[in-house]
C-alpha cells in the first residue's frame, strides 16, 4: 500500500475506522466510535469540537496510551514510518502501531522517540521531584546513545530553541520554579528532544494568556519549519485552528463529522455541527448584539441518541435522521469529507 493518498499527500499516521470505548458499570462509553483522518508528513491537522467529543481520547490511542476500562475495539493506527537503508536510501514501512502491546520495547521506542505529546497543563505533566534538564536528559539518554555531558549539553539547546532566557540555569530548574509559558515551553523542549516525527498537542496554550499563547504558536510553526514534524494539534478554539493547521477534523460524539482542508472548512463548510461551531466564534466585524448559541446540550454519553447524535440539535435535521441507520460519509470535493444525510447524493 502507498503512503500517498489520492490527492498526493505524503501521509506520516492513518487513521481507519477507530474505535475506543471504556466499559464502566454505569454502561458502555463510547468515547471514538469510527473515526477517519490521516496526518501529513511536516504538517498540522488541527482537531476541534465541544469537550467530550473524543479528541483526546483519539490522541491517547494513536499513542497506544488506553488503559483499562479502556479498550480499542476496532479500527487500525498505521504509522508510515521511514528508516535509512544501509546504501544511504530511505523506506517506508507500515506498522499498525494497535497490533503492537503498549509496554513492548518497540511501542515504548516509537512513544516519547518518534511521536511525542505535549498537553494542556505542562504543571501537571511536569514531574514536580525532577528538574526540567533531568527529565529532558532522561528522555534524549533513553532514545539516543549520547552520555550524561552530550545530553545535557543537548537539554540546553533545546531550552535555547524554545526562546527560555538563561538556558544553562534554567536547565536546572524544578516545575514550581517556572511561570506557565515557561513551564508549557520547557514541555515542547521535552516533547520535540528526540526530534518527534509526530508531535501531539492537546489543548497546550488553554491555560496561557493570549500574548504568551501567539508566542507558543510562532514557536511551534517555526519549529515544525525547522524539523519538519507533523503536528496534530486539539483545540476547542477555531481562531487557534485557522492560525496553525492546514488541514481540521471536527469531532462530536466520538464521530468525525468533518475532515477538510483549512480554507475549505471556514469558507464552505457543510457539517450543521461545523456550520453552527462557526456561527459561535465573535467577530471583529459582527454587529449582532447576541453571539449565536448552538440549541440544545450534548447528550448523555451514555444514552446516544438513535441514527446521527447531533440530530436534536440539528436545524437541518431530516426524517431519516433518527433513524438506527448508518450515517453516510461522504467526500463532497477532494480531500473535504463530512457525515450527514444532507450528502448521501454526493456533493
Ligand atoms: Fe443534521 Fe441529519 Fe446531518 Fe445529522 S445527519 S447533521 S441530523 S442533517
Known sequence: MSNENTNGHNMLVQVKNLKTHFFLTE???????GVNF??????????????GCGKSVTARSIMNMIRPPGRNVAGQVIYHRQKKEAQGSTVTEEIDLLTLE?????????RGGEFSMIFQEPRASLSPLHTIGTQIMEGLKL?????DEEARQRAIEQLQRVNIP?????????AHQLSGGMCQRAMIALALACQPALLIADEPTTSLDVTTEAQILNLMRELQDTFH???????????????????VLVMYMGKDVELAPV???????????TRALLRSIPRIDDEREMLAVMR?????PYALPTGCPFHPRCESRLRVCSQPVEVPYVEVSPGHFVRCHLYAGGG
Request: proline share 5%; aromatic share 8%.
Open 27 to 33: 454502561g458502555i462509553v463510547r468515547a471514538v466510535d
Open 166 to 174: 538563561k538556558a544553562e540555569e534554567r536547565i536546572d530548574a524544578y
Open 296 to 300: 440544545g446540550n450534548v447528550p448523555d
Open 38 to 51: 490521516y496526518i501529513d508528513r511536516g504538517r498540522t491537522l488541527g482537531v476541534v469540537g465541544e469537550s
Open 143 to 147: 532514545h539516543m546513545d549520547i552520555d
Open 102 to 110: 503498549p509496554m513492548s520495547a518497540e511501542m515504548r521506542s516509537i
Open 263 to 273: 480554507d475549505a472548512l471556514f469558507y464552505d463548510p457543510r457539517h450543521p455541527y
Open 229 to 247: 514534524t507533523s503536528i496534530m494539534y486539539i483545540t476547542h478554539n477555531m481562531a487557534v485552528i485557522a492560525e496553525i493547521a492546514q488541514r
